[in-house]
């Protein structure tokens, strides 16, 4: 599984219109995430994060509640908050800020979100779903996400408008000010967020796909958006009393960019007893022992004796349920019925019997359609043992996957003479010429100074 690029959608998950529920939700995501491995195992990382956010709250109308920062080991370049105080910054999108003040203003939006209870405004019903299908797509590179991300970017979820983002980074700027950092960087943030958008685009165009906007809330560049200067400069007015000077330390924000990874997570951590398959991207566990083949048309999980045997296969998937397409296949009686609900997949799982033999079958959907197909010599004890395999079927997670190069952010100086170009040749990433611009924002035409420091992907 590939997981796409996803340009950052600026949108909060906020309370719903009971609070005790709302912070359930965002609890269990968070307890999903945790459990699951999506978060970067980096804990320096981690405290600087969670320091910014929380010199951000001193500042705001959210002082003294309780805020969780974390960064997720995702290649999106993204960032929201979730119900309960939950604020989550992708690892994808550091590589494309330049300082701590950017970083700041990314947390600073979130938190504005919440504090201008722009949660209070929104259908309040929309609100468990969309934490759900945020979940889904992180932890599974599918469900309505990841669709919506074939399309290159397409808008994939409703903000709360032109107005309510501008006042978020409007109270985002303040918190900012307050905090020490210069709010102008905010507009740097944006800025990266429209160059994703304009290469999505021209992207998509080449592929005949069609393209969404960011939101589509700012039609020209941020940096020719008067509205949006104007809005953000007034943070620059406010008295404050005391000059708060910035707590950026130099070349901080540096070190934690320097060896970040880039594209798929390198956290490898697998078990014994359980099969992975890197280009589906889904596990199994089978009892110790039993051994896994793999065929163009099937994969095959066998006990040692031969005594027992479960064959996944591939189908397209169609309209029907789980339940209905098994059901649908069935020659014989079906009994033992169960619908199964692991690692956000839907399927089901029947004992079928015709001719006094009876097999153990299974439907679980997964971007495809998985059908499970077991047999035994004695179904009657080796049963427990097929099941117990289907209903351990669920898609890899973060810690499990095994880039097969993986790639790191690197600073470099640009020696005489290079040029985007030249530097690109060596790097073994799709289109790296650009991604290079992106990164460095300079993006589409720009090209680097003898002398300058600049991000590279090795």
Do not use: C
């Not at 320091?51 to 509640?65: D, M, P």
């Not at 209870?117 to 969309?130: D, Q």
């Not at 979820?157 to 983002?165: A, P, T, V």
């Amino acid at each position: 599984m590939t997981v796409r690029l996803l340009y950052l959608v600026a949108f909060a998950l906020a309370l719903l219109a009971h609070p005790a529920s709302a912070e359930s939700v965002g609890e269990k995501q968070y307890r999903e995430f945790k459990e699951a491995g999506a978060l970067y195992d980096d804990v320096e990382l981690q405290a600087y994060v969670t320091r910014i956010g929380e010199s951000l709250l001193a500042v705001s109308g959210e002082k003294g509640e309780k805020f969780t920062f974390s960064v997720l080991d995702s290649p999106m370049i993204n960032a929201f908050a979730a119900p309960g105080g939950y604020i989550y910054v992708s690892r994808g999108l550091l590589p494309y800020l330049e300082s701590e003040e950017e970083l700041a203003g990314v947390l600073g939006h979130e938190i504005a979100h919440v504090d201008a209870n722009h949660h209070g405004r929104r259908k309040g019903a929309s609100v468990a779903s969309k934490v759900a299908s945020i979940t889904t797509y992180i932890l599974t590179g599918s469900g309505e996400l990841a669709q919506a991300s074939d399309m290159y970017g397409a808008e994939l979820i409703s903000g709360y408008g032109r107005d309510m983002e501008l006042e978020a980074d409007g109270l985002g700027a303040e918190y900012m000010y307050r905090a020490g950092y210069d709010p102008q960087a905010l507009l740097q943030v944006i800025s990266v967020l429209k160059d994703q958008e304009q290469y999505t685009r021209l992207q998509a165009r080449s592929a005949g796909k069609p393209a969404g906007t960011y939101h589509g809330l700012y039609a020209s560049h941020p940096r020719n958006d008067k509205r949006l200067q104007t809005v953000i400069a007034k943070a620059r007015e406010l008295d404050v009393g005391d000059y708060v000077e910035s707590p950026e330390q130099p070349g901080e924000f540096r070190s934690h960019i320097e060896g970040l990874v880039w594209g798929e997570s390198v956290q490898g951590e697998r078990e014994e007893n359980r099969y992975y398959h890197n280009k589906l991207a889904f596990s199994f566990a089978h009892p110790e022992g039993w051994t896994v083949s793999t065929s163009g048309r099937a994969v095959i999980a066998q006990a040692p004796d031969g005594s027992a045997s479960l064959t996944i296969t591939l189908a397209r998937r169609d309209n029907d349920t789980p339940e209905q397409a098994l059901r649908g296949s069935v020659v014989g009686d079906l009994s033992a019925g169960t619908a199964l609900e692991q690692g956000g997949l839907q399927g089901y799982t029947a004992l079928a019997s015709s001719g006094g033999a009876s097999k153990r079958l299974a439907v679980i959907d997964y971007n495809y359609r998985y059908r499970f197909e077991g047999a035994a010599t004695d179904m009657t004890s080796g049963d427990a043992a097929l099941k117990q395999i289907i209903e351990s079927f669920r898609p890899l997670q973060p810690k499990e996957k095994q880039a097969a190069e993986p790639h790191y952010v690197h600073y470099y100086q640009v020696p005489r003479g290079a040029t985007f170009a030249s530097i690109a040749a060596g790097i073994k990433v799709p289109d790296a010429e650009n991604k290079l611009r992106l990164l460095n924002g300079m993006y589409p035409r720009g090209e680097p100074r003898t002398g300058d420091w600049i991000k590279v992907i090795r």
